[in-house]
């Protein structure tokens, strides 16, 4: 059935990505991790436009993930791509110096504010003191948290 | 002890087995990806070609050229690939997002580690898609496409 359209914007509103449709979609992070459904989608109350997503991988048991649209790629019918590895995904991963030996895991990352830019990592290993490292020794984010030959140093 | 040398060739700053035997290797991603379990050596030349990596109980192990090895760190060695054989498994998703498929298959080329071709197994009925590595956008987690499943065919 043919849709009137009520607009002053020039763009073909029948072909914009329907939202409702976005709804229990997939959010995929930078690299292609599975960060949860699309459980919410919410908008700025003066400007209508969309502000961000509310992400949970489980219904009941997970935490959501409140993603600001800043970080968005792309956002399609499909899915919600986002141009970030939310930093909190480095919880729990392996942090190793540049010899190889692991210093323990990562058990928190602290951010400036709620963006995704990391102020330190807070490093545990078991019976051991928690040591806190800067992002500016961090070589790689990836599987594991690789420092810089610099560490320590 | 000072060890005596005969040699006609200058013997500089060596590593020997020990320092690459049962260390963790690690990827360019950081991935743990098993120990090191031997070295080969070319029968004729007696030059160091690379090692054989265990990867854990009843998994296929891995032989890593010299080329592919970063460094040698006092606890671990690096190498400055991915190994490409590690996607097996992983989910595709084009570039909206929407899961093609998983990785059944890896054609690389020659026994490089680049890779030429993926066979994607699609759907309930299992359907194999042969895919050009020409559109792999990233892959992290998962594999990003720069392609519309629609325009796969």
């Known amino acids: 059935m043919k849709i009137e359209v009520i607009s002053k914007s020039g763009n073909d509103l029948t072909k914009e990505p329907n939202i409702t449709k976005l709804l229990g979609k997939k959010v995929l992070t930078k690299s292609g991790f599975i960060l949860g459904n699309v459980k919410e989608v919410l908008f700025d109350q003066k400007s209508y436009s969309i502000d961000g997503i509310v992400a949970q991988k489980y219904p009941l048991f997970s935490k959501k993930i409140y993603i600001g649209k800043e970080y968005f790629q792309s956002i399609s019918e499909k899915a919600v791509i986002l141009s970030i590895e939310p930093a909190i995904l480095f919880i729990g991963k392996k942090v190793v110096d540049s010899e190889g030996k692991v210093l323990g895991k990562a058990k928190e990352i602290i951010r400036q504010d709620n963006s995704n830019s990391v102020k330190e990592i807070v490093v545990k290993k078991f019976l051991r003191k928690s040591i806190r490292i800067k992002p500016s020794d961090v070589k790689l984010w990836g599987k594991s948290i690789i420092l810089k030959d610099s560490f320590g140093k | ?153």
């Open chain 2, 1 to 153: 002890m000072v060890k005596d040398k005969i040699s006609i060739d200058d013997i500089g700053e060596l590593i020997n087995s020990d320092d690459i035997l049962g260390k963790d290797v690690i990827d360019s991603e950081g991935k743990f990806i098993g120990i090191a379990e031997s070295i080969l050596i070319d029968p004729k030349k007696f030059d160091f070609v690379g090692i054989s990596i265990d990867k854990g109980f009843l998994k296929k192990g891995l032989i890593i050229g010299k080329s592919y090895i970063k460094n040698v760190a006092s606890n671990a060695v690096f190498l400055n690939i991915r190994p490409s054989y590690n996607i097996k498994g992983m989910k595709v998703f084009d570039m909206e997002g929407f899961q093609i498929g998983k990785v059944k298959e890896i054609l690389l080329k020659e026994n490089k580690n680049a890779i030429d071709k993926l066979i994607i197994s699609s759907g309930i009925l299992k359907k194999e898609i042969e895919l050009s590595a020409n559109f792999i956008k990233s892959i992290g987690y998962n594999i990003l496409l720069n392609i519309k499943k629609k325009d796969l065919a």
